[in-house]
Nanobody, 116 residues
Framework: QVQLVESGGGLVQAGGSLRLSCAASGRIFSTYKMSWHRQASGQERDFVAAILWSGGGADYADSVKGRFTISRDTAKSTVYLQMNSLKPEDTAIYYC?????????WGQGTQVTVSS
């Protein structure tokens, strides 16, 4: 099992920045990919960004390219999402996804609210 603890969400004005963190513990030795997804109220959960455990393969949704940056710290078993130039349409619950070769894990979610 892998346990995930997300943090860093909050309320920010449009144009502001936030950094989300997702710390993993447990059976992470077979991790190969981590990603962030978000779900706005009444909407489906959408992909935001992903990165390989090796550090390569960073990928972004078109809506966040140039504004968000995903990174990871293997020593801390943590994946980050730096969010800049936030827009009201970025308001959502943000979920961390941690994928190992055996299974797929989700964090509890952290609320991000961007006011106009």
């Amino acid at each position: 099992q892998v346990q995930l603890v997300e943090s860093g969400g909050g309320l920010v004005q449009a144009g502001g920045s936030l950094r989300l963190s997702c710390a993993a513990s447990g059976r992470i030795f077979s991790t190969y990919k981590m990603s962030w997804h978000r779900q706005a109220s009444g909407q489906e959960r959408d992909f935001v960004a992903a990165i390989l455990w090796s550090g390569g393969g960073a990928d972004y949704a078109d809506s966040v390219k140039g504004r968000f940056t995903i990174s990871r710290d293997t020593a801390k078993s943590t994946v980050y999402l730096q969010m800049n130039s936030l827009k009201p349409e970025d308001t959502a619950i943000y979920y961390c996804n941690w994928r190992t070769y055996e299974n797929n894990y989700w964090g509890q979610g952290t609320q991000v609210t961007v006011s106009s």
